[in-house]
């Protein structure tokens, strides 16, 4: 196999122009011969770059409104013939057909005409055949070809042939492995596409891909590697956010700053997400970003410590001088004024990530996870309770700002590992039990933080006193219920559906409390 391959015939069709007219000027200068169609022969000719038309390569003319113009042999037989075989180069001669030793292809832009909205008729106008076929073929006869398919590897070309007088089969094996990466995650677009245009969500073949932002330094563990891919999709959050400042990002970082940020995203007043583990540690909203992080802080300032924090609003001053009180190891925003971003910078090794908006809960889209030999995918939980809906269940029901904290606290719930019991009270968390293997123990939990948090203020008495409590699955028993009375919550919300809700309901009318069933549960394992 030769390893030093010299480029005599170039083939260029790109919508993406970016470099295309000093690279074909470098390789005119090289004594390439450049092939071409379209818009691309046209940039290259004005810019004064000797190019020659595919169909007058070919022989054959462009048909079909330019469907077909290099689905000919003359191209494809010059893509994979094998020069270390002299039954390829015999026929080659036999038929005409001079051999091409490097294709740049960029696709015709199908994602991006799908994400602006585009017609269906558009959209599949917007599919490449050609670029693929020529992808591909190339980048199977890698030991003779070079196949690029991003702007980003015209520079590496460049290099290779000013020092080796050609491409090197290294070289050429990585943009094959990355030609058909390319061509796997647009065929992924498209079969999604055309899934979603049939209403399919899940399809008995689920193809997507992701496309590699950056290598992190490890997983959850040193032990583990990791990488963080972009899917695509122009939905907010994480994968849009800029790194102002700050050491690199790890795993565990990443995975913390999106709960944060999801759950952050449930609310349209000012709210402050502070999270630890992947759990809320304390929630809350207000008239400013100052006051809902103060509120979010007393729930649980102990877990808030090396914490992640997650604002809606743009981050101004006085949010930053407390945020930056304590050791924190994110704060995401949508944005942060001028004097908000200099208090962050005094801390040198805080990373601060924008955004540019918040994600929308509301929006459809799958979430997976892998399991042994495959992956679970279901619809993101973007359900939200409808207060008219809500069932009162007791014989009290509850009051205006109990309904308000209760509704409050079940969106709450639906960031919360399960089994998830949430304590608030005027719009802020007071307590969070998470991931406990039963229920009662994650109300005992919560009680016990809001009783802790409240001796850390100098209160005196349990933040629970006067809260109200969501639990996002039912009670299966009364017990659970019973320690959020001893707890002093005076309402609870809850899905119902249990066995036993009239042992519950029985329970919360003795202990005096108002309870409305949602009929909707928030399981998050």
């Known amino acids: 196999m030769t390893d030093i391959i010299p480029i005599r015939r170039a083939l260029i069709s790109v919508s993406d122009k970016t470099g295309l007219v000093e690279f074909g000027g470098f390789l005119a200068g090289q004594g390439a011969e450049i092939l071409s169609t379209g818009g691309t022969a046209k940039a290259l000719r004005e810019a004064g770059v000797p190019v020659k038309d595919v169909s007058e390569h070919t022989g054959f003319p462009e048909i079909l409104d330019g469907r077909v113009k290099t689905l000919v042999p003359q191209v494809h037989g010059g893509l994979l013939c094998r020069r270390d075989l002299e039954e390829h180069l015999a026929q080659m001669e036999a038929h005409g057909i001079a051999p091409i030793d490097l294709v740049v292809v960029n696709l015709y832009p199908f994602e991006a005409t799908v994400a602006k909205g585009a017609s269906f008729d558009d959209c599949i106008e917007n599919i490449d055949i050609g670029g693929p076929a020529m992808i591909r073929s190339a980048a199977k006869n890698h030991a003779h070809v070079v196949v690029l398919t991003e702007p980003s590897q015209l520079a590496e070309v460049v290099a290779e042939v000013e020092a080796q007088g050609g491409t090197t089969l290294a070289l050429r094996r990585r943009c094959a492995a990355a030609a058909y990466a ?52 122009a939905r907010r959050g994480i994968a849009t956010a800029t790194q102002v400042q700050g050491k690199e990002l790890s795993y565990n970082n990443l995975n913390d700053t999106d709960a944060a940020v999801e759950a952050c ?29 103060d509120r979010a802080l007393l729930c649980d300032p102990v877990s808030a410590f090396g914490g992640i924090v997650a604002a809606n609003r743009v981050l101004d001053a006085e949010a930053a001088r407390r945020i930056t009180a304590i050791f924190t190891e994110v704060v995401v ?81 639906k960031h919360v590992k399960s089994n998830a019991i949430v304590y608030a009270k005027d719009l802020a968390t007071v307590g969070i039990g998470a991931g406990q293997m039963n229920r009662v123990e994650s109300s005992r939990i919560a009680a016990w933080k809001a009783e802790a948090a409240a001796k850390a203020a100098g209160l005196p008495e349990p933040l629970a006193k006067g809260s109200v409590v969501a639990s996002d699955a039912f009670f299966p028993f009364a017990d659970g219920l019973e320690t959020a009375a001893a707890a002093g919550a005076t309402a609870v919300i809850q899905p119902g559906g249990s066995m036993r809700d009239a042992e519950v309901i029985a329970a919360a009318d003795a202990a005096g409390l108002a309870m409305v069933f949602t009929g909707m549960r928030h399981f998050r394992h």
């Open 333 to 413: 925003a949508p944005d942060a004024d001028e004097e908000a971003r200099a208090i962050f910078a005094r801390k040198k090794n805080l990373r601060l990530l924008l955004t540019g908006g918040m994600p929308d809960p509301a929006a459809p889209g799958l979430t997976f996870r892998s399991v042994s030999g495959g992956f679970l995918a279901q619809s993101r939980d973007a359900g939200r309770i409808d207060p008219a809906t809500l069932k009162v269940a007791t014989k009290r029901a509850p009051t205006a700002a109990e309904m308000a904290d209760l509704i409050f606290a079940f969106r709450v719930c």
């Open 265 to 293: 995203a449930e609310f349209a007043e000012p709210a402050i997400v502070i999270v630890k583990h992947a759990n809320p540690c304390g929630i809350a909203i207000g008239d400013d970003l100052a006051g809902a992080w």
């Open 182 to 233: 390319r061509t796997a995650a647009y065929d992924a677009a498209i079969s999604g596409w055309f899934a979603a245009q049939q209403g399919e969500a899940f399809p008995p073949r689920l193809a997507f891909a992701g496309i590699l932002k950056q290598t992190l330094r490890y997983g959850e563990n040193p032990h583990q590697q990791a990488g963080f891919y972009l899917d695509g999709t």
